[in-house]
């Protein structure tokens, strides 16, 4: 344990035994200034709205010096990237005077005009405002809550998915929080007397099946083996004694809390033999699912988890709530199954094995029975606890089973709502202010889902009424709109029977696309082209344009506004054709160099032209050498001078585009790329310029260009 932790350990003990008057005075006080000073820095921004103290200090449960001060804070207006690391950044510094104000990254800052969309579309925000688990007390002003957050008539469906997001909330706290250095053992053993006695609310009521098949209580004291029930006398008792006793070790903490989520979930699961949609499959389809990316994986989690462990890799598709949500799309997973629940310390090394070898790979996934699969680090958030559902395509898929109604009417509705995001999103143009790179991971992503929304729509004949109907309710969950009858949630099975192919990837969504005849051929070589950078990670993405035109098309026949025939009728941008031209003059040396770079071109030029300008040296020779890629043209000028030459470049070109290189330059694989995107994407543009950067080349011995190497590597010239 580092010093400062001892030090903060001590403090934390004296805190603890101070817990008696006059001493809780000033606690008060201390955490009454915290809170004042937060709320009159924040009053003071433009847009500020309201500020709530939420948890055990909302709920007047804290424990001074232990509790921290959970803030949620409103603003007007839209969401603000700047306006949150501002509120980050604020908080930061005042965590030097007031430590208990708490980690700033975990502040809730929320935008009125996003804020109730966000609240009935993520359960996990959902949980966060649930007066059950986190009291909300207005401390600045005005009450938004009250009128944002609807808490009456809430079904069981509702209440079932808010408990799962309950247990994946504790799943992460506890196993992030667990290994953090900035944690004293008293710390993390509150942290594990929370989440424990947080289930225990959770699983309160619910009732198990008695093997006689009748019905009874969770008797749940009564559920754990006597090593966790030890472990939960031990907690409790440290608890009231303030955690100034001897305190339960974290891996005995964590097999209670994990034996409680085991028991917490077993009464929820679906039962395959009820509400089915029968003759249903998903299969996924995928380019990479073979392991071989990741040589030596299967070994080092073995080692890890035990010999006896299973690893597989699967194809992974999971649909989450939006369309922008895309950052596992086109990842394997990778499935440990292993022989025993896993210990505390091997989730920790699997999550250092991820963070450093297999993140932006595949997902991990453990599964430690059939019903309950999680994942070992905060970037799967989606994933910490996962059960039919909520991934109605992955269970049918992975499980060999057909997924229940229910699980199968969210699923619609979530991709009914992802239709008519697509259609938002490229009209505000979102996808052109963004990385290319995450732009086109985002249209592949919405063609995947659309696809397979408008795959469920044919087969089960859902009108675009009904799933207008969908998209009006999606973000009731189980809050009816007054006035209005919600649609039926029932579906009409087809007459045959239906195997629905999800493809997990940019290639096989390709694939699947190029199956259904529909589009034309300039349109499926421009995702294709896309689809390769996807897979290799080549930079050089073309135009999104018809991209787009596709994604919106496929969001208005996945909705039932369009006959799926529509397809045929994309007008897709024409490829522009480039020619790359060369003018040279005795410079056969470094001609070779330029050339090789452009065969090399991730947007292969149509055509070279060499304009030779009367050379006398071997340049003639060299561009013999190119000839067999039959892109290149030889064109010889004996008529002197760098314009002219040019000119004759120009005339003997083919090329929509004219691209200039010089005979001593080496062009970026992703030169032509760029310029084809620019002028693909800029009807209005006519000239394409860029960076030139110095080569070093140590056959060089003239003073200028030395002296323009030197100064472009110390940053005076660029």
Known sequence: MGLKRIIKNKLLRICLRLQAPPFTILFRFYYFLAIKVSVMLVSRIDNAAAVYVSGSLGGGRAIFGLSDIDLNIFFHGPESARLSLRIRLLFRRLKIIFPMLGSPEEKGIYFLETFRNNYLRYPMIRHLFDP????????????????????????????????????????EKTVIFSESPQLTDIQITHLFYKAVTNIFSICKG???????????ALPLQKTLDPSAGSTWKQLQLTHENLYLSENPSPELCFSLFKQLLHTCLEPNVVNPAEKQVQELRFVLDSEKSDGTFLPGCSDRIQLICGRETRVEIR??????????????????????????????????ELRDLYSKQIMGKAVLLIQESEHFIYAVHPELLEHWIYEPLEGSCLYSAWYSRVPCE?????????????????????KADKLDRIEKELSWKILFTGIQRMLLLTSLRIHYGLSAELLEGWKEHLYCQGHPTPGKSPPSDRLTQGKQAIQVSLACDPLSVCKALRKTDKITTVLLDSLEAAAGCCQSGNRAYPSLKNGLRLLGRLSRIAAGEE???????????PRLSISAVVVTRNRS??????LEALHQQSRMPDEIVIIDNGSTDETAK???KFSESNLVRYVYEGEIGISHARN???????????????????????????????????????????????????????????????????????
């Open 132 to 171: 059950a688990s986190y009291p909300q007390k207005l401390v600045w002003g005005e009450d938004l809550l009250a009128s944002i957050v609807p808490e009456e008539l809430i079904d069981e469906k509702e209440k079932r998915l808010r408990m799962i997001w309950k247990l994946r909330y504790w799943m």
């Open 622 to 624: 060299v561009v013999e």
């Open 206 to 216: 619910m009732t198990f099946t008695d093997p006689d098949g009748s019905s009874a």
């Open 589 to 594: 040396a470094y001609l070779k160099s330029c």
């Open 563 to 573: 006959a799926f025939d529509s397809l045929a009728r994309i007008n897709p941008v």
């Open 315 to 348: 194809p992974f598709s999971y649909i989450p709530a939006g369309i922008l949500d895309s950052g596992n799309f086109a990842l394997p997973a990778i499935l440990v199954s292993p022989s025993a629940p896993l210990i505390l310390n091997q989730i920790h």
């Open 406 to 426: 229910d699980s199968l009417v969210d699923l619609l509705r979530r991709l009914v709502f992802q239709a008519s995001e697509i259609q938002d999103v490229l």
């Open 648 to 718: 004759i470049g120009v005339k003997s070109s083919r090329g929509d585009i004219i691209a200039f290189v010089d005979d001593d330059a080496v062009a970026d694989t992703a030169w032509l790329a760029g310029i084809e995107t620019v002028f693909e994407e800029n009807s209005d543009v006519g000239i394409v310029g860029g960076a030139i950067h110095t080569l070093t080349d140590e056959h060089r011995r003239d003073l200028v260009y030395r002296y323009h190497c030197a100064s472009y590597q110390e940053g005076t010239l660029d």
